[in-house]
């Protein structure tokens, strides 16, 4: 499976953001597709005001500026936090790009379930960390 690295040209399709990100996630066959299409869940259930991007050949996500990437790999779904270094991570969610310090990201596995309450939490704190109002939702 193809995908664009240009993101001028997808966009350039006429593609809205959104359209682009639906159009990942279905021509994603597997278990990504799944895994991506809960991330994208979860992050409109934590910040209701999320902007999605395209950006790069990938979907972002952001809330007064970037909150994080999701990227599809053949063995993994990752999503990039940009600041992740600067967030608090206390269920240890962060598990890839540990050894910088800005970035962080975590590794989706297949099989894998997602912790959404500490998910959200860590999108929250990503839109903190931005200087967005992220509002404070009980954990679900």
């Known amino acids: 499976m193809t995908f664009s690295k240009n993101s001028a040209a997808d966009l350039a399709t006429g593609a809205t953001p959104t359209e682009l990100i639906d159009k990942r996630i279905a021509d ?15 992050i ?6 999320v902007v999605e991007e395209w950006k790069w050949g990938k979907p972002v996500w952001s809330h007064s ?31 890839s790009s540990l050894e910088g310090n ?13 912790d959404a309450g500490a998910f959200k939490e860590l999108i929250r704190s990503a839109a903190r ?12």
């Open 65 to 95: 500026g970037i909150l994080c990437t999701g990227e599809v790999y053949k063995a993994a779904v990752k999503t990039t936090f940009p600041k992740g270094a600067s967030l608090a991570d206390p269920d240890h969610l962060f598990n």
């Open 28 to 42: 994603l066959p597997d278990w990504r597709g799944d895994k991506l299409a809960m991330i994208r869940k979860l």
């Open 129 to 140: 960390a931005n200087g967005g109002a992220a509002t404070k939702k009980a954990r679900t």
């Open 102 to 114: 800005v970035r962080r990201a975590i590794d989706f596995f297949e099989g894998e379930t997602i």
């Open 44 to 49: 409109h259930e934590a910040l209701p005001d």
